[in-house]
Nanobody, 114 residues
Framework: QVQLVESGGGLVQPGGSLRLSCAAS????????MGWYRQAPGNERELVAD???????NYAESVKGRFTLSRDSATNTLYLEMNNLRREDTAVYYC????????WGQGTQVTVSS
């Protein structure tokens, strides 16, 4: 069983930045794939960025050059640094871990608005 706890969401103006954190209850070196997804009202959940164990980050086209995925194995935490935020980035952001069993966090709201 893997528990994931997200934090770092909030309200930010367009052009602003936020950093999301996902703390895992197990060593992230044992997790095959981890990533961030988001779901806006009326939309399906979509991939934002993910990474395989030992691999490089993979980003959705809409966030390339603005978002950065990173991980800290010492604290078992996955991060998503979000810069130059746009209104269309507004969504609930979820952390996902595949061991390969599928685990999701509870989500954290990101609202981009002036």
């Amino acid at each position: 069983q893997v528990q994931l706890v997200e934090s770092g969401g909030g309200l930010v103006q367009p052009g602003g930045s936020l950093r999301l954190s996902c703390a895992a209850s197990t060593s992230i070196t044992m997790i095959a794939r981890m990533g961030w997804y988001r779901q806006a009202p009326g939309n399906e959940r979509e991939l934002v960025a993910d990474i395989e164990r030992g691999g490089s980050p993979n980003y959705a086209e809409s966030v390339k050059g603005r978002f950065t995925l990173s991980r800290d194995s010492a604290t078992n935490t996955l991060y998503l640094e979000m810069n130059n935020l746009r209104r269309e980035d507004t969504a609930v952001y979820y952390c996902r871990a595949q061991t390969p069993r599928d685990y999701w966090g509870q989500g954290t709201q990101v609202t981009v608005s002036s």
